[in-house]
């Protein structure tokens, strides 16, 4: 029931193309989404999150959607480039405790070539 | 304003042996957390420090791990002794508060290699 679920395992992209990435839950007590970029040698890095009272998030060429009655939250980026290429980690948590323990998706690894 | 900072990048080690991992936080932040990822799987919870107290550490494997973080500034993890499964990317991350829509920083990971 902790689990988040994430597809693809990679995606390749071409620039100017649209990256979707999906992930789904089972645990309906989790309330906050977010999405994490990680580029090679560095951390995850927090790069846009959604609650589950909104159905989509926007924030410049990144998109979050959430089908709160299917469980299931995807990331898309419109206009890929190159410099997003990155491992996408989707993430949930649960707010109910007052502190923040993130659950993690598998990661996906996006290419986008030139 | 320095990033979380994690020491060492690498480290290979052989099975038996003790490894010890370092994490420095962004100053002033209170809530110090610990994660790994065994390759290609998901990034794991470890556990949750606030200032010096262990907040969670529900997500530690077993007592082959201790987490510390004296002084509630930086913190130390060491597995003793390591087994060929805990190889991975330890990551740290901190966050100013612990709400639980707080961001959390992460560091650039520690990748082990036990042999």
């Known amino acids: 029931q902790q689990q988040v679920k994430q597809s693809p395992q990679s995606l390749i992209v071409q620039k100017g193309g649209i990256s979707i990435i999906n992930c789904a839950y089972e645990?309906?007590?989790?309330?906050?989404f977010p999405w994490y970029q990680q580029f090679p040698g560095k951390g995850p890095a927090l790069l846009i999150a959604i609650r589950p009272d909104v159905s989509e998030k926007k924030e410049g060429r990144f998109t979050i959607s959430f089908n709160k009655s299917a469980k299931q939250f995807s990331l898309h980026i419109m206009d890929s480039q190159p410099g997003d290429s990155a491992t996408y980690f989707c993430a949930a948590s649960i707010g109910d405790t007052g502190f923040q323990k993130l659950v993690f998706g598998t990661g996906t690894r996006l290419l986008v070539s030139p | 304003e320095a990033g979380v900072t994690q020491f060492p990048s690498h480290s290979v080690i052989e099975k038996g042996q003790t490894v010890t991992l370092r994490c420095d936080p962004i100053s002033g932040h209170d809530n110090l957390y610990w994660y790994r990822r065994v390759m290609g799987k998901e990034i794991k919870f470890l556990l949750h420090?606030?200032?010096?107290?262990?907040?969670?550490e529900s997500g530690m494997p077993n007592n082959r791990f201790l987490a510390e973080r004296t002084g509630g500034t930086y913190s130390t993890l060491k597995v003793q002794p390591a087994e060929l499964e805990d190889s991975g990317v330890y990551f740290c991350a901190s966050s100013q508060d612990p709400g639980a829509r707080e961001t959390q920083y992460f560091g650039p990971g520690t990748r082990l290699l036990v042999l």
């Open positions: 420090f606030v200032k010096e107290s262990k907040q969670d």
């Open positions: 645990n309906t007590a989790f309330d906050y």
